[in-house]
């Protein structure tokens, strides 16, 4: 899993019939300090994340999941909006 904060939204008059009714997402990855890292990426969200929200994905097969018994054609998902979080340092 993936941290990442939400920093956009997609939309597209012309997808894949499986997206309709899915929300994309645009998510800029970070650290467990908050620190940008990479660039941002388009992901699906199955959590209802909003602007700015801490948000955690899954990547791969798995991402298609939380849409069962559709099968979504994505490999990113937001799983979790992030409440809380403590780092050991």
């Known amino acids: 899993m993936t941290l990442g904060r939400v920093v956009g939204k997609i939309w597209a008059t012309e997808i894949d019939p499986r997206f ?7 998510v800029q990855p970070v650290t467990p300090e908050l620190t940008a890292v990479g660039k941002p990426l388009v992901v699906t969200d199955s959590t209802g994340a ?38 050991r340092r």
């Open 20 to 26: 309709c009714g899915q929300r994309l997402l645009m």
């Open 50 to 87: 909003g602007a700015g929200e801490l948000v955690y994905w899954v990547g791969g097969k798995e991402a298609s999941i939380p849409f069962a018994p559709v099968e979504v054609p994505t490999d990113r998902t937001i799983v979790a909006i992030v409440d809380e979080m403590h780092v």
